[in-house]
């Protein structure tokens, strides 16, 4: 061999290494799904990002009026090089907000978007990129996360992308509740395509498609926090009790109206959700309201009140299945609270009950081969088996879930899923349907683990259990928010559910009424009306064959309420379950696009897109790829440099490839210098 051959070897011999060691080292084109929040991807078209672009500043503004809170998300991003760039911005929003407004400003320009069809408002984003237009789009890749792409960037100059949505805030377990996403989990999905392959040489993606057996992508994060500001104006129409902000420090300013909430300092890390309760002065008032808004020639109507609080000592026997997720994802403090509220769970449990246990990760166990009744001894069992979980390995949901509900139907007993988890899987709609079409008389109910839990997916599997959800986000919370469950548990439910309308009226409601609703859950409903609506509402229910009522006087307000953006959204999200559960998908794709248009919100098939008219890039003007360091939510696998564990045995592949470097190096020495050991002499 010549030195050449060996030259060759060494850089060959680190290629290999890092092939063997990557989960997946290249930005696919569907990698936005998995990406931590507050990212500004900046991209040349046709190239992968290398390096990073400079964050400057997040700033969120919340106005809170009544029930409804208008949600305000400015993200300012600077290019400090010398070339012209494109970004890409992904970034988490709540699971029900109604996406309608988009500001681009870049310089002295503002440019504000409008609503189209997602094909058409791809075409023209991408026309205006190719002409040197400054542009950006936004679009929904799922319910509760969204990308923005920005055309065009100057060298030296800041682009600031602002996002407006519109969401209800009901009144739960006693409280009201303000959350604002700042951080993504990222989600694993089982046996996903090896797209990212798909630009690598042959043998290196033959080398990454033999080693993993599902993707994940890369997690772009650093130790480094990204820092939020955060301002609220709490308007909710009532005397305020306790305001608490449960994971940021923040102060309170009073108001006209109400109080002022700000961060205790205008930098916070933004590396957890943001949660801010509320509750009123005098409990003895009635935590509920309705309201009506005229648009046009149409009336749109939002009833907001909490479920009764039903005193019922005869709890009925039961038999639960906890299912707890210990995948990497759920390392540090979110297998704590995961244990803690698992052992509280089994603890609360009577004589009467029979119970189980399954735990997955990358494959799953159940401590009893079926339910077994609470005795010391099953007791005992399942605090050592409790005691000795760890959290690693992929997230694979399903044959859990499967197990669980496959479970004999028995008509004697109340039947209860309690599933923990940190809800980071990229194939929700495949478990919600699953769920939907094989809950059968069972409940389950989901609790939420984690700084930055998927609360689309937790709730929207709570919702085709017919259950309910809980979200526990510090160790100290699992007390308090498990007794909400557990009232849940173990009282009976509100069913039958009616709506009578003022003077008769017919309403077209966004989506079917809930068929159980427990203790301390709200009732909402969103209604559309041809009439101008006025008088009581009527709500009406049984208990345990009791009938329930509660009466509520309708109010109208302006029509900057948002009501009617916000009847649409929940219409799209029930027309897109009943896509998802196996609907007729042409007519119901094009009932959601013209919902999306003549209300002005995103949805999945539709897009938010500002192009400028003036062009500003100088034809050949060169650009280069860069990306934006990102931080990892609090406490998880990613809090620190390094690879994400709920994919794949990262630091196993990485020791494998350094193996392969160190071999092949030794290789490589020793066929490089046994020829001149062995050249004959002249």
Request: charged share 20%; hydrophobic share 45%; with cysteine.
């Amino acid at each position: 061999m010549n030195l050449r051959s060996f030259l060759v070897s060494l850089l060959w011999a680190p290629l290999l290494a890092v092939c063997v060691s990557a989960q997946r080292p290249v930005f696919a084109a569907n990698a936005i799904e998995d990406t931590p929040s507050g990212t500004l991807y900046l991209r040349h078209s046709g190239q992968e990002p290398v390096t990073e672009a400079l964050r400057l500043a997040t700033r969120m503004q919340v106005q809170v009026t009544g029930n409804v809170a208008r949600v305000h998300v400015q993200q300012e991003f600077s290019n400090a090089g010398e070339d012209w760039v494109e970004g890409l911005y992904v970034f988490p929003l709540s699971k029900d907000g109604a996406v309608d407004e988009l500001v681009m400003r870049i310089g002295e320009r503002t440019i504000r978007g409008e609503v189209q069809e997602k094909a058409k408002a791809q075409a023209r984003y991408n026309d205006a990129r190719a002409e040197g237009r400054r542009a950006s789009i936004v679009e929904q890749e799922r319910p509760n996360l969204f990308t923005s792409a920005v055309a065009n960037i100057a060298p030296h100059t800041t682009a600031t992308i602002e996002i407006t949505y519109l969401e209800t805030l009901p009144f739960r377990d006693g409280r009201y509740t303000l959350n604002l996403p700042l951080a993504i989990t990222p989600r694993y999905t089982p046996g996903a395509p090896q797209d990212a392959t798909a630009q690598m040489p042959a043998v290196t993606a033959a080398l990454m498609n033999a080693a993993l057996g599902t993707t994940a992508t890369p997690e772009k994060v650093t130790a480094a926090r990204q820092r939020v500001s955060i301002e609220i104006e709490l308007e909710p129409g009532f005397a305020l009790g306790e305001v608490s902000s449960l994971h940021h420090a923040i102060q309170t300013q009073s108001a006209p109206s109400g109080k002022r909430v700000l961060l205790h300092t205008d930098d916070a890390p933004a590396d957890r959700d943001f949660e801010l309760t509320w509750t009123q002065a005098s409990a003895k008032e009635v935590a509920g309201a309705a309201f009506a808004e005229r648009i046009g020639g149409e009336t749109f109507a939002l009833l907001m009140l909490s479920t009764p609080q039903q005193l019922d000592e005869a709890v009925p026997a039961r038999e639960v299945t906890f299912i707890i997720d210990t995948s990497g994802s759920m390392q540090g403090p979110s297998i704590e609270q995961a244990r803690a509220a698992l052992s509280m769970g089994i603890d609360r449990l009577k004589q009467a009950d029979r119970f189980n246990v399954i735990r997955f990760a990358s494959d799953y166990s159940k401590l009893f081969s079926s339910p077994q009744p609470v005795t010391d001894k099953s007791r005992a069992l399942a605090s050592g088996f409790v005691a000795g979980l760890t959290a690693n390995g992929g997230t694979e949901m399903r044959a859990p879930l499967e197990t669980a509900l496959s479970s004999p139907a028995d008509p004697e007993i109340l039947q209860q899923i309690i599933f923990i988890t940190d809800g980071s899987v990229g194939n929700e709609a495949e478990l919600i349907k699953l769920i939907h079409d094989r809950i059968g008389e069972k409940r389950l109910f989901t609790v939420g683990i984690g700084a930055a839990p998927n609360a689309y997916f937790l709730g929207e599997a709570a919702v085709a259990g017919r259950g309910s959800y809980t979200f526990i986000a510090e160790r100290d919370q699992v007390g308090a928010r498990m007794r909400d469950l557990f009232a849940k548990l173990e009282r009976p439910a509100l069913i039958d559910l009616k709506v009578q309308w003022p003077e008769a009226m017919s309403a077209d409601l966004a989506a079917p009424l809930p068929t159980d609703l427990y203790s301390g859950d709200p009732i909402v409903v969103l209604a559309r009306m041809p009439q101008i609506a006025s008088g009581e509402v009527v709500l009406s229910g049984l208990v345990r064959g009791v009938k329930w009522t509660q009466r509520l006087p309708l109010t109208t307000v302006g029509d900057a309420s948002g009501l009617s953006k916000l009847w649409a959204r929940e219409r799209i999200g029930a027309l897109s379950r009943q896509m998802h559960f196996g609907g007729d998908g042409e007519p119901l794709k094009a009932a959601i696009i013209d919902l999306a248009l003549k209300h002005h919100v995103v949805s999945e098939f539709t897009s938010l897109v500002a192009v400028d008219d003036e062009v500003v890039r100088p034809s050949g003007s060169p650009g280069h790829v860069e990306q934006a360091a990102t931080s990892a939510p609090v406490g998880g696998a990613w809090a620190t440099v390094g690879f994400a564990k709920t994919a794949t045995a990262a630091e196993i592949w990485l020791c494998a490839g350094f193996a392969c470097l160190a071999l092949s190096l030794l290789l490589t020495y020793t066929r490089f210098r046994r020829p001149a050991l062995q050249r004959p002499l002249a």
